[in-house]
């Protein structure tokens, strides 16, 4: 049965199509299957990640309309959120929020990933990629973490610039262009707030159009003792049946950010002062303590290194040899199931998990 | 298979003429992109160097805290100019003061007065009462300057 509105909504649709493709557009979606088994569960978290992002994006743009990026009015300009602009409390906290939640859905993305071998050929590509938004992530938390210009995000800018400084050679120029000057200042202040509201958001929607394209491309990878290679194999439809389950997982994720933004709205603490001392306590964002936490075992020197240049070069090798984990894992790319990378994973984790608790348990003073 | 690739055999005139122009057009291409990506990316890389502050000339400095706001086994942080120091009176009763810039990663150091030395909070670094690094990550010890106490001012400067 044809009813004039349900004719008027076909034409102008197959105007658009017409013109826009949209039926292929809609085949693409039709035609990706999701694989079922034990760790279906999994492919969820890529989905929450891109959900908190998009948050990112719109509350982000809110706090544009009232923050001001310089070391006399940035703190004023957030209280002034905090403590003026109706709902201000509510956006400043669910950008605060999402942001960490961000974090740890990638971290339990990428590590699901990593587990399940899902970067084997032809998939080293979406690897790279996402290892690269990781990377991108990373950057947004730590320049967004000094844009209120407290104490807290003071020192730990001084600290995490410092880092870039050991580098030999070339240390102390990038330490200069870093912070545009020789310190911590309302230079570095803008220059945050430039990488953090324009070079980091247009890279990210780069990489993650490349990233989403690849995913895909490749459609969704099974872990190697489910990947029978049997076109029977139990899946379901991306479109609607994966979406509308992802839809859910966006939901739960609104759920507890809403509910942690509301109970627990993020503080604003002491205004940055650069001549005061590091206040006792001091630390980063959570998902930086496990690497705060090793720079502070660390003994002066380590052989002929200073111990900080030592512990820098150690992750930034770390760092390297994730990125290239698809590249190294050759059992796994020949579709042999190996013990090593599994265990890599495992350590890493277990490794994050003891030093960040010790970072968070241990006597600050002693 | 490019029709260029394969050298036309007809004569040796047109082969070098064809290998010249060919050469000659990939040279000024190559230059030509080369040159304007060089021409935006050059100063858009100087733009994002700060310019060079002048020096700080700052080589002695009068502080507003007064010696006898000093007390033994305390220390404050002060400007010397736009870098931060730390004056302190060690328990028994010198003025002393130093770079309050910690050696390991550049955090502002503190007077811990229940050890009677300066401390780091970030990485938990230690430094004596002479600026040594003690104990924890610092690997140098804080510069020191010399504290001179001129009627009831004290007066910093670099150099002792």
Known sequence: ?366 | MVEGLTPPGQTRRRFVDWLLSRTLTTWLLSTGVGGLLLSVLYPAGRYLVPPAAAESATAAVTLAIKPEDVAPNSGQVFKFGNRPGIVLRTPSGDLRAFSATCTHLGCIVQYRPDLSHIWCACHNGHFDLNGLNVQGPPPKPLEEFAVNVREDQIVVSKGA
């Open chain 1, 1 to 366: 049965m044809t009813t004039p509105l349900s004719r008027r909504v076909g034409a102008v649709w197959s105007w658009l199509d017409a013109r826009l493709g949209l039926a292929e557009i809609g085949q693409l979606a039709v035609k990706k299957r999701v694989p079922i088994h034990r760790h279906t569960i999994w492919y969820y978290l890529g989905g929450m990640t891109l959900f908190l992002f998009m948050v990112q994006v719109g509350t982000g743009i809110l706090l544009l309309f009232y923050y001001r990026p310089t070391a006399e009015e940035a703190y004023e300009s957030v209280q002034f959120i905090m403590a003026e602009v109706q709902f201000g409390w509510l956006v400043r906290s669910i950008h605060a929020w999402s942001a960490n939640l961000m974090i740890f859905t990638l971290f339990l993305h990428f590590l699901s990933v990593l587990l399940v071998k899902a970067y084997r050929a032809p998939r080293e590509m979406t690897w790279v990629s996402g290892f690269a938004l990781l990377a991108v992530a990373l950057g947004f938390g730590f320049t967004g973490y000094l844009l209120p210009w407290n104490e807290l995000s003071y020192f730990a800018t001084r600290v995490g610039t410092q880092i870039v400084g050991v580098v030999p050679a070339v240390g102390e120029f990038m330490l200069r262009v870093l912070r545009g000057g020789e310190d911590v200042s309302g230079a570095t202040l803008t220059r945050f707030y430039a990488i953090h509201v324009a070079v980091l958001p247009g890279v990210a929607f780069a990489l993650l159009a490349l990233h989403l394209f690849l995913v895909q491309r490749h459609g969704m990878s099974a872990p190697l003792g489910e990947d029978t290679g049997n076109p029977m194999q139990r899946s379901m439809p991306f479109f609607p049946n994966f979406f509308l389950r992802d839809l859910v997982g966006w939901l739960a994720a609104l759920a507890v950010l809403a509910s942690l933004a509301a109970f627990f709205p993020t503080e604003l603490g002491l205004k940055a002062d650069p001549f005061a001392p590091a206040p006792a306590g001091i630390k980063p964002e959570w998902y930086f303590m496990f690497m705060f936490q090793t720079l502070k075992y660390l003994p002066a020197h380590i052989l002929f290194v200073e111990g900080e240049v030592a512990g820098i070069l150690a992750f930034t090798l770390g760092g390297v040899l994730l990125l290239l984990v698809p590249f190294l894992d050759s059992k796994a790319a020949r579709g042999e199931s190996g013990k090593l990378f599994t265990w890599v994973g495992i350590g890493l984790v277990a490794y994050i998990l003891i030093l960040t608790y010790l970072g968070y348990t241990m006597s600050p003073t002693q």
